[in-house]
């Protein structure tokens, strides 16, 4: 079983940064491949970035390529997600997620490719 709490969340203005944190506990999460999903009021959950199990192929969504960057670091067992040149179309409740299973091969950038998630943080872009 993996628990997931994210943090980092808050009101920043239009061209402002952020860094959210996943600390994650439980099962040996280093093992898993690790995502980061937003979701806008009125619209469905979507996929952000993921990034492998051992730290490899980090995967972004178009509207937040060169934005965002994902990082992990799998001795505090926390995943990151530094947020740069924020826009107001950004705000949204950001969930922090682990891969159904260990060792993937890829990133999934899918919902039902994840089977553990946080509770998610506000991110609200705004003047």
């Known amino acids: 079983q993996v628990q997931l709490v994210e943090s980092g969340g808050g009101l920043v203005q239009p061209g402002g940064s952020l860094r959210l944190s996943c600390a994650a506990s439980?099962?040996?999460?280093?093992?898993?491949?690790m995502g980061w999903f937003r979701q806008a009021p009125g619209k469905e959950r979507e996929f952000v970035s993921g990034?492998?199990?051992?730290?490899?192929?980090?995967d972004y969504s178009d509207s937040v390529q060169g934005r965002f960057t994902i990082s992990r670091d799998n001795i505090k067992n926390t995943v990151y997600l530094q947020m740069n040149s924020l826009r107001p179309g950004d705000t949204a409740v950001y969930y922090c997620?682990?891969?159904?299973?260990?060792?993937?091969?890829?990133?999934?950038?899918?919902?039902?490719?994840?089977?553990?998630w946080g509770q998610g943080t506000q991110v609200t872009v705004s003047s």
């Open positions: 990034i492998l199990w051992n730290g490899g192929s980090p």
């Open positions: 439980g099962a040996t999460v280093r093992w898993y491949t």
């Open positions: 997620a682990a891969d159904k299973r260990r060792f993937s091969s890829r990133v999934s950038t899918t919902v039902p490719g994840y089977g553990y």
